[in-house]
């Protein structure tokens, strides 16, 4: 699979004629065929990260070492047109940039996934302690000649897993 770096690279290399228009919109990401392939890369490249559980920052950091590692090497190759050197690294900016809201964007929506299925893990999870803690201490109510403090506690633990059921129910 093509690395985020190669796929950059060869999209800021592809030396097409844009309109002022095309230019504009592609440098806000707002065309439509603004480098598929760099977009299927960085979707992968954010499913990898989150598997292998790379935070947030972690994932733009990687976007900006990328960038980095890229212009310095540019730097050691020599270039008589400055203008078409110029030209290639706002289209490989802009590719990064690309990438980058796309990983972005999948890195968020893979994480609020797995965040989801915790939460109704743990829900489901929650659900049996509650209801065997309520019927201890509605048995523990119900005992004759309980002490008067004995009861009290036993209807705080009734009041609190009451509460606990319903919160888990949300």
Do not use: C
Request: cysteine-free.
């Amino acid at each position: 699979m093509p690395t985020l770096r190669a796929a950059a690279l060869s999209h800021s290399g592809k030396q097409q004629a844009q309109s002022d228009a095309q230019r504009d919109a592609r440098s806000v990401g707002q065309l439509s065929d603004n480098a598929p392939g760099i977009t299927g890369i960085a979707r992968n490249h954010a499913d990898d990260r989150l598997a292998q559980g790379f935070s947030f920052d972690d994932v733009v950091a990687e976007f900006r070492a990328l960038r980095a590692s890229v212009i310095r090497h540019w730097l050691t190759v020599p270039s008589v047109d400055a203008i078409a050197r110029l030209s290639e690294l706002v289209r490989f900016d802009e590719a990064v940039d690309q990438a980058l809201a796309e990983s972005i964007a999948r890195y968020s929506a893979g994480f609020a996934r797995v965040r989801e299925l915790f939460a109704g893990i743990l829900a489901h999870d929650l659900k049996t302690p509650p209801g065997a803690i309520a019927t201890s201490a509605q048995y523990l109510l119900r005992v004759e000649n309980s002490p008067a403090p004995a009861l009290r506690v036993a209807a705080n633990i009734q009041r609190n897993s009451a509460r606990m059921q319903r919160i888990v129910k949300i």
